[in-house]
């Protein structure tokens, strides 16, 4: 009938279909097409579910772990270390009393708040940051024994060497005084400390906000 003419009309495209050659695959002797499985990639661990994927590599801290004793003893190193981070008001205090330090440089004492500080003979780096501009954090670094102050600039081009040094000055030449004074020693030299400020070799900013990490950073 009319239904069996119709049908009748695609028998020659079946029968080429069963001619057609079989297509071989590289490397697989009973030419049996790859599995979508066998064809995905392996997922990275960012990707796969969160309780079927790979453990992270990194630790991870228990609450009820017992107490990792390195951690502790690097701890105890960096306290008996020669160095101390005092903080950015430790800086911001010598700007506050600057104008009354210049008055009258040998005779002026510093308050005692800066005992708080504890800065012993055996320190000899200061860690400090201080604000130069709206946003911006410069990282500062005093040592002691070569009587020196230097600073990290990682926006060279908004801030220049010559823009960036009436902010240090402050401290190289009111340092050498509150030292003094901390350890009683009238012998101790207190001319001015020299400055250093540095800007090549160190990764600068894109956006001024994220100086502060960057201070940091470099300063560690």
Known sequence: ??????????????????????????????????RRSERCQIPSIHTQPPFTGARKKHPILHPFEPVDKTRKEKMREWKMSNKKIVGVKFLEEIDKLYDEFLDDKKGFQFGTGFDKYSIERNINFLYSAIAVAEKYWLGVVVNLEKRSITTFNCAAMKSTYASLVPYVKAYAMALPFMIRNFFKDVSMDTSKFSIKIVSKGFPQVLKIEDSGVYALKLIE
Do not use: C, S, W
Request: zero cysteines; aromatic letters at 8%; hydrophobic letters at 40%.
């Open 1 to 34: 009938g009319k239904d069996e003419l119709q049908f009748g009309q695609f028998d020659h495209l079946v029968g080429d279909l069963d001619e057609a050659p079989i297509r071989t695959f590289a490397g697989r002797a009973d030419n049996v097409p790859l």
